[in-house]
């Protein structure tokens, strides 16, 4: 259980150093059912995180307020998320 734990953790942390690819080869490599399910949503998280990046990218080309404020929530998303998975994973039995 705790090797499933730690590869979970890694999974989600992942966004920091290899977002997208890490979670994907952890769901088609690991035979874990749990470490699935939490790359599985590490996965769509960074996919989110991403699509928020281009999208503020696009928005400050039309009002860089906007694109701005955008930009902010996606950047809370990735410094702050990761750390409330993570703790999750850790306290769960």
């Known amino acids: 259980m705790e090797n499933e734990k730690l590869i979970s953790i890694l ?20 035979e874990s ?3 699935k399910k939490h790359s599985k949503y590490a996965f769509k998280y960074h996919l989110t995180i991403i699509a928020l ?16 404020a955008v930009f902010v929530f996606s950047m809370i998303g990735v410094f702050i998320l990761p ?4 703790l999750k994973i850790a306290t769960s039995k």
């Open 33 to 35: 059912e749990y470490a």
């Open 53 to 68: 990046a281009m999208l503020s990218g696009l928005i400050m080309h039309l009002n860089i307020y906007l694109g701005i």
């Open 11 to 30: 999974s989600h942390f992942s966004i920091w150093f290899a977002p997208v690819i890490l979670p994907a080869a952890i769901y088609f490599i690991s």
């Open 83 to 86: 750390i409330a998975f993570t």
